[in-house]
């Protein structure tokens, strides 16, 4: 089969099903026509405020244009939009702060980013990683206390990718003055919920950077936004971006998440707290449902629910054979126990209890494609 065809069947495919992965979005018409504009193939970089290509009239606006929205958006200072991923941002972010190569991340057991400790960021850019004192998903704050008074680290850096819940940041706040201590956030799953106002929305407030990904519960395409409202920071995070982090920012990318900005600028307030909604009523739901959800987590603040891996285990399953099992059924989640609600809340989908009742009767291994078959005839794009 030819490359084209296979990309057809994929978009059918992933056209034909309903997602909750919790690290993936719908990208709107406008978002796509921008991507695949002529954009795609074009440099344009400005050095010292000159460009060094032509032909970059309207990029040039684009470009202008977009962090001004951003900034608007978020209510910060300054923003990096150009980052081509979360990771790249987190990388940048870090550069602009390591002094004595030293920082504090939440560990991967207690749903932090991987790319913090274990030979990855910490590696590369030469740093050790500290790990934040946690109780299963979230921050002990004395223990935080007490190691960062220890160890004195750079920064300490939030943000999960398993993440249910918002910091007391006004607390951390206090300990990182207290110690002459960065603070780091890492919004790369809750980006989307903090441009709309419905978690954590003291994030650009209390943090030195905020940082993440432009595509999990943002609008945009995959990518990373960096926003800070300190200049002498900022500087630090333009030093460590061209021709250090990237050289082209892939110009059709950008203008994708400029699209997705005016989105998020209209509609996010309505979508992230429809989310928001959205997770509260499905965690009720799946609780009750014979316990589907991780003891624990059925407080989840954000996009995210947590499967109870136990409640799989007396059915028969674990996370990958029952996201297999779903895929089955067309409905697609990852294979670490997440479920996100961010893009069926984008495809008008409100019905929790019985997407509720979908995860309980394939867990007992009932057929439930009517059920299924009947959301997928009423999926509808919103907020665009
Ligand atoms: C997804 C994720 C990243 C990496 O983002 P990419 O855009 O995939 O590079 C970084 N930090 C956290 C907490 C994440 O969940």
């Excluded at 608007?72 to 004595?100: C, D, M, Q, T, V």
């Excluded at 980013?113 to 030979?119: C, K, L, R």
Aim: net charge negative; hydrophobic share 35%.
């Amino acid at each position: 089969m030819s490359v084209l065809d296979l990309i057809m069947r994929h978009n059918a495919y992933r056209n034909s099903v309903i997602n909750m992965q919790a690290s993936e979005n719908m990208l709107s018409p406008n978002v796509k026509l921008a991507m695949s504009s002529d954009l795609g193939s074009r440099y344009s970089l400005e050095i010292n405020g000159d460009n060094i290509y032509g032909g970059t009239r309207y990029m040039e606006e684009i470009y202008t244009e977009t962090h001004e929205n951003i900034k608007k958006l978020f209510k910060s200072e300054y923003a990096e939009a150009r980052p081509l991923s979360g990771h790249i941002a987190a990388e940048i972010s870090i550069l602009s702060i390591l002094n004595k190569r030293k920082i504090m991340a939440i560990p991967e057991d207690n749903g932090g980013y991987p790319g913090y400790f274990g030979g990855n960021l910490d590696r590369i850019l030469n740093f050790k990683s500290v790990p934040v004192p946690m109780e299963g998903y979230k921050i002990n704050y004395d223990g935080l206390e007490n190691v960062a008074s220890s160890e004195k680290p750079d920064a300490i850096i939030l943000g999960q990718s398993v993440f249910i819940r918002h910091y007391d940041l006004k607390r951390i706040r206090e300990i990182c003055d207290k110690y002459e201590i960065k603070l780091l956030y890492d919004a790369s799953h809750v980006l989307g919920l903090i441009a709309g106002g419905a978690f954590q929305d003291d994030a650009m407030k209390y943090s030195d950077i905020l940082y993440g990904s432009t595509h999990k519960t943002f609008f945009g395409p995959q990518g990373g936004i960096i926003m800070t409202n300190d200049n002498k920071l900022f500087d630090k995070i333009e030093e460590n971006s061209i021709f250090k982090t990237f050289d082209n920012f892939n110009l059709s990318r950008f203008a994708g998440l400029s699209i997705a900005v005016e989105e998020m600028l209209k509609f996010g307030q309505e979508y992230a707290g429809n989310v928001v909604k959205n997770t509260r009523n499905l965690a009720h739901s799946m609780a009750k449902n014979g316990n589907m959800i991780q003891p624990g987590t059925e407080d989840t603040e954000t996009h995210q629910i947590i499967l109870n891996e136990n409640y799989l285990k007396t059915h028969g399953f674990n996370f990958i054979t029952f996201s297999e099992e779903m895929e089955k059924s067309k409905i697609i989640i990852d294979r670490v126990g997440r479920v996100g609600t961010q893009e069926i809340t984008r495809y008008n989908i409100s019905c929790m209890d019985l997407i509720s009742d979908i995860f309980y009767g394939i867990s007992n291994k009932l057929n439930m494609s009517n059920e299924i078959n009947n959301i997928i005839d009423k999926m509808s794009l919103k907020y665009w």
